[in-house]
T-cell receptor, first 114, second 116 residues
Framework: AQSVAQPEDQVNVAEGNPLTVKCTYS??????LFWYVQYPNRGLQFLLK??????LVKGSYGFEAEFNKSQTSFHLKKPSALVSDSALYFC????????????FGKGTTLSVSS | GAVVSQHPSWVICKSGTSVKIECRSL??????MFWYRQFPKQSLMLMAT?????????EQGVEKDKFLINHASLTLSTLTVTSAHPEDSSFYIC????????????FGEGSRLTVL
């Protein structure tokens, strides 16, 4: 069975500091990994994905994530946080089998203070 | 990126009535769409996988007779909450995958249902 763990309910960082939002996963077969961001009462916006290839993936708004197969992790990072990055972040995984849905982690609220 | 449109974005209804939520892929064809439900401050729970031209596949614990899903065309899937009750109040989000199969899911803006 597929599962995703986001161990932190909330991450607090000061503007300008680097941020990390953690994610670990479990899936049979090769994983497809995603990060999405959600603002209040809105749908989800895609940030980045890992399918294959380079373990370091760069995405929207300066975010990046590193796929670590041995640690089954896909942590989201940004070198310098902005107040506008404050939102709810979801890590998601699905197997490489066609037609499978994404399974989401519980979400991590990122709060960036000025 | 691809656009998924959801309507209505907000609906309030009386207990016992039925509510239909539409999900449209605007600039691509989606043979498969997914319906999620999100409770306040919680993650997205997959309800069902909607397949164009065939019956939806429901996740365990989701009542198929209460949450009717129809995927009549490659650009439209509908979720009908039948005989709604206050406990059905939630944020419902649909998504669709822009081909190829490795593509990310694109999400609608969500529909907030409040049942009085």
């Amino acid at each position: 069975a597929q599962s995703v763990a986001q161990p932190e309910d909330q991450v607090n960082v000061a503007e300008g500091n680097p941020l990390t939002v953690k994610c670990t996963y479990s899936v049979s077969g090769n994983p497809y990994l995603f990060w999405y961001v959600q603002y209040p009462n809105r749908g989800l916006q895609f940030l980045l994905k890992y399918i294959t290839g380079d373990n370091l993936v760069k995405g929207s708004y300066g975010f990046e994530a590193e796929f670590n197969k041995s640690q089954t992790s896909f942590h989201l990072k940004k070198p310098s946080a902005l107040v506008s990055d404050s939102a709810l972040y979801f890590c998601a995984v699905r197997s490489n089998q066609a037609g499978t849905a994404l399974i989401f982690g519980k979400g991590t609220t990122l709060s960036v203070s000025s | 990126g691809a656009v998924v449109s959801q309507h209505p974005s907000w609906v309030i209804c009386k207990s016992g009535t039925s509510v239909k939520i539409e999900c449209r892929s605007l600039d691509f064809q989606a043979t498969t769409m997914f319906w999620y439900r999100q409770f306040p401050k919680q993650s997205l729970m997959l309800m069902a996988t909607s397949n164009e031209g065939s019956k939806a596949t429901y996740e365990q614990g989701v009542e198929k007779d209460k949450f009717l899903i129809n995927h009549a065309s490659l650009t439209l899937s509908t979720l009908t909450v039948t005989s709604a009750h206050p406990e059905d109040s939630s944020f419902y989000i649909c998504s669709a995958r822009d081909p190829p199969a490795t593509g990310e899911l694109f999400f609608g803006e969500g529909s907030r249902l409040t049942v009085l």
